[in-house]
């Protein structure tokens, strides 16, 4: 397994494994995120290659304070043997590297596998409410 940058050719395969483990909504466009991602320097894709097949990919940007974590997939045949634990590994260097002293990510508060997965790897719940707004019009 190699852990990469992703590049514009890795995202139809990169948006499949998202779509396959769930990761995506009809209101959020993967393909716009991936673009955003590997276009600017604050942000990318990683992604975990046996070969040509992706089989975990992570998403990561920083702010100039938080590195933020998404879209943190492994294929379901490859789950269960650490690869996501080494996609957060990566994560956590690419953001140190970057100069992020805190690392956030958002998890759907009904998703307890994820909960559980992030609990195992350190990652404490905070008591912090987040809010939004959509600016795109939608």
Request: glycine share 10%; charged share 25%; hydrophobic share 45%.
């Amino acid at each position: 397994m190699e852990i990469r940058a992703c590049a514009t050719a890795d995202r139809e395969d990169v948006v499949s494994l998202w779509e396959a483990c769930g990761l995506t909504r009809p209101w959020n466009d993967p393909r716009a995120d991936f673009d955003q991602a590997v276009a600017t320097v604050t942000s990318t894709v990683l992604g975990a290659f046996e070969g040509n097949r992706v089989i975990a990919s992570v998403m990561m940007g920083f702010d100039g304070h938080r590195g933020w974590v998404y879209y943190l997939a492994v294929s379901c045949d490859q789950q269960g043997q650490g690869i996501g634990r080494a996609m957060m590994g990566a994560a956590e260097e690419w953001l140190r590297l970057h100069g992020a002293v805190k690392l956030q990510l958002m998890v759907r508060d009904d998703n307890n596998a994820a909960l559980a997965f992030y609990e195992r790897l350190g990652l404490k719940k905070q008591a912090v409410v987040t809010l939004g707004r959509r600016l795109d019009g939608r």
